[in-house]
């Protein structure tokens, strides 16, 4: 599709009350569109968007200039089908494209930076909420993401039950687990440890923590991807030489191996599209995701009464949030006598399984949203 | 046991060939030894320590002053009997506690720095056998092994056939996976992102790369540990406060979880006791390490013709070196009609249960050597 100039923008009419307290004013909320609203406003599908995605959903993004994250699965005839529906995507509450985060601007004209308050998962679905108030949508035909995309996803049915007929989790959980914490844990401490993060305060500098940040992005994207798709994608070859001829170890610390260089790559493209402030706080937002624990510790009671549909989907060779994750919201939502479907999908991939070529994920989104 | 004051050194007559091509002259091995050398000089076992290890095995670290990393496992009365064999821990080459690495002064009476030649497991090898020459040990009762340790026992069986009767390795691989390779590296990015690190010259500095370095260990020590592993001993827990309250979400980016101020924990007192270049080294010498490679890219043909008895142990909930791994190298054994038994050990622990109280490891270690 063609890019967009100038993102589609949103501001809340209303502050946000967060759930630390806090009180976040005049909330910019930006957003792409796929589709058209019907006239009853009855077939719009919210797509909600992972830890480091955006809004471009299905249209360039304009930093990088690649397709939407999410193309195969977004766009006229496809699973989710922008001919039948109105897909809306936004950037969350404390992101760095066009959205409300440490980057933005605060009353005295400077950056928020640290003084941006910790967020939630559920402060990201107010936003998310406040969008759909502002576009007129009473009640979406679906609400859809994967991983972080389905935290909100799933916050959304908990707590604004009456906003989604349907909701698709997929790749997700319903708690960050010790070891997800851990994870996040080690890439915020790469980035605070970069001493160009200056406490945050970078923005006038020349210098941003883009060595910390990519430290943060190798780790984290390790956790993306399976061992055994590791091993078929790199295994131990190693970099051809700049002359074109086969790899050979260097006895150095340059990327010998493929793996290597890989990992060095996705390190420092990342920088260029993101803002470190903004992994500090939806990282921390993940971590303190636990649906139990905000409705009486019983994740049960957080879909008491749900009048929507449920789609769960794993991966069974993601490691990040696996299969038992999923299940343990189908228990949940059985508990609380939810409809609910459940499959574990065979696929590769790890955790990213849900953004790349799996036929099987198509046909389930694609049934799931008839 | 009593720490020893000063650390048992060996100075190699020869120069060292190294994997790379090049020579290292003046090798020192620093050392420490328990139990008495018979007059056959028969009943010597040497213990190869892992990545972050040294030689004080079954005594008190003279940095940290906390006991020997494997006490429980070494002496009197205990599985590795210091009252019947005579027990060898030495420090590795690249490593940082008394054998000569990056830290060590070369001829111009400056640090070694990045000048030090990229080392391999063979070249570890190579020092730990000039050791024993030096000692007067001809053929060792066993070489044993956890983690990289099990990899230098493989790798002195294959290189050195005659130099050990018995072979124990402990939760190991003969070759470093993509992954395996993946989260080294972003150790290394981590390390060398810090501008203290200053391309490895840092020993004159008043700062040192701390920071990196605290990062990389951090990131390394959740593969040590099993998902279930971290569930169990943190979950999401949160800190107690400062005046002992119990805790709650600060809502800032303190750690507000146990487990962060775990991983924290570790990284800091790492950097107390590790020197950052020995990091690079070492992790390097891992990834190469690929012991198939090194014999004609048959991993039986590294064993032909081998004379010693072999134990594999690995445990269930290693994620790093998973079971596999080590069934690999049971089956080039058994293609290469060597002797040998395999244990697949249930521990919660995950990698680190090498390390830890698992008994039925005790009985497995205890029962080979007899």
Redesign the interface.
Known sequence: MAPQTAPNQVTLPASLLL????TLAGVTIAYESYGSLSAAKDNAILVCHALTGDQYLASTHPLTGKPGWWERMVGPDKPIDTDRFFVICANVIGSCMGTTGPASPTADGQPYA?RF??ITIRDMVRGLVGLLDGLGIAQLHAVVGGSMGGMQALSLAANFPDRAARVLAIATTA?????N???H??G???I????AWADGDYYAQAQRPI??L??AR??AH?TY?S?AG??E????RLQDKADGSAGA?S???D?D?Q??SY??YQ?SGFTRRFDANSY?YIT?AM??F?LA?EHGGQLAKAFAGTAARFCLVSFDSD?LYPTAESRHVVHALNAAGAAVSFVELSAPFGHDSFLLDVPALDRVVKGFLE
Chains 1, 2 share one sequence.
């Open positions: 759930d630390s307290g806090e640290m308050p910790v708690r960050h687990s010790a070891q914490i851990a994870f844990e080690v915020r401490q790469a605070m440890a970069d001493p060595a910390g990519a430290v190798m780790a390790i991807l061992e590791l091993t994608k790199f295994g131990r170890k006895f150095g610390f990327a191996f793996v290597e990992l060095r390190g500090l921390r971590d303190y636990d624990e490691w």
